[in-house]
């Protein structure tokens, strides 16, 4: 029986056939032994996780830790909470504005001196200024669009040409559910988090040839401190019953996708959008 190293509609790859073959990409592809050949071990490559040190963030950076990356996580404004992470964890934090690009320039280049160069990267900072767009200001829609949309431009260009240079990166964005299907209230949010979504999808084509994967993550409601503060009966009668499997999400289910897609198990999967919301909406 032939050994197969995967199949599909009309394909199948004999492991022998690929070892001796004369194509670059399967020799590429395979071991001698038929097994699968990765780019090296992930151990001690350099992640940046924006907003890394609160909710989601800070459960990406540990996690990412925990795989054993070297991880810098980024703040903004709360230094009580950074030091509190930073002394628990030992994760290096850096304070920079990501909305601001001269910012997010110098700090990245203090984490490569510090670390060294940046492999990975999760943007994941992010704010709110929710209002129905009637009352809307112009500083509420810029500020969030800045934040939540801007900061990926700002974050992602100015390593994105050491990446290319190596041939390897991996830019992972939290986008959310409200990118995906809208939501009353938050036309700004929305519009930065579904913009999130086509960075994504155009840079993938961008960076596929060049070794670099970009990935986003919706995630839906998740038990973070925003939707804890909320009245649990609200949460009980009006939140609860969107979502198909009856729970909140926890950060560190989002957690774990980051890892999975920073990883070089996950170098086939690029230009996508995981949706991690319990089933709430199935895009």
């Not at 050949?37 to 963030?57: E, F, K, P, Y």
């Not at 290096?92 to 110098?106: I, L, M, N």
């Not at 009668?237 to 979502?243: D, E, G, H, S, V």
Request: hydrophobic share 40%; charged share 20%; glycine share 12%.
């Amino acid at each position: 029986m032939r050994s197969m190293t995967g199949e599909g509609p009309g394909l199948a790859i004999d492991k022998s056939s690929a070892e001796a073959s004369p194509h670059p990409a399967l020799r590429a592809t395979f071991s001698r032994k038929g097994r699968r050949t990765l780019r090296g071990n992930h151990m001690g490559r350099v992640a940046v996780v924006t907003g890394g040190s609160r909710g989601i963030g800070a459960a990406i950076s540990k996690a990412l830790k925990q795989a054993g990356y070297k991880v810098a996580a980024t703040y903004a404004g709360n230094d009580a909470a950074a030091a509190k992470f930073k002394e628990e964890t030992g994760i290096a934090v850096y304070k920079w504005d990501v909305s601001d690009f001269d910012a997010c320039t110098a700090g990245l280049k203090q984490v490569e001196a510090d670390l060294g160069p940046v492999e990975v990267l999760i943007n994941n900072a992010g704010i709110t200024k929710d209002g129905m767009f009637h009352k809307m200001t112009r500083d509420q829609w810029y500020q969030v669009i800045n934040t939540n949309l801007n900061s990926l431009f700002n974050m992602t260009r100015p390593v994105w040409e050491g990446m290319r240079a190596r041939k390897f990166g991996r830019v992972i964005c939290i986008s959310s559910i409200n990118g995906q299907k809208g939501q009353m209230g938050q036309v700004n949010y929305s519009s930065a988090k579904a913009g999130d979504i086509g960075f994504v999808k155009a840079l993938a084509q961008e960076g596929a040839r060049a070794g670099i994967t970009v990935n986003a993550i919706c995630p839906g409601y998740i038990a973070t401190e925003m939707v804890l503060a909320i009245d649990p009966a609200v949460v009980e009668k009006n939140i609860l019953p969107q979502i198909p499997v009856g729970r909140l999400g926890q950060p560190e289910e989002i957690a774990r996708a980051v890892v999975f897609l920073a990883s070089d198990d996950a170098g086939f999967i690029t230009g996508s959008t995981l949706s991690a919301n319990g089933g709430q909406y199935m895009a």
